[in-house]
């Protein structure tokens, strides 16, 4: 069976896009919030929210 990136259901604080990619790498979503969040604040925070938005309509949603 091959593993599929997905905007997670159970870990969503907005899109489930972080939370998505927590769980396809099996790390912990906090940890991929507060790279982003650094990451963000790094690079005057409006590149990482087109990322963040164009990964959201491009990830498909987790099916339950």
């Known amino acids: 069976m091959q593993k599929r990136l997905y905007r997670s259901e ?15 790498f099996n790390i912990d979503p906090t940890v ?4 982003f969040l ?4 790094v690079t005057a925070v409006f590149p990482c929210l087109i990322g963040y938005f164009l990964a959201y309509f491009i990830i498909p949603e987790q099916k339950v």
């Open 10 to 24: 159970n870990n969503r604080i907005v899109g489930g896009v972080l939370g998505g990619i927590g769980e396809y």
């Open 38 to 41: 650094i990451l963000a604040l």
């Open 32 to 35: 991929i919030r507060i790279g």
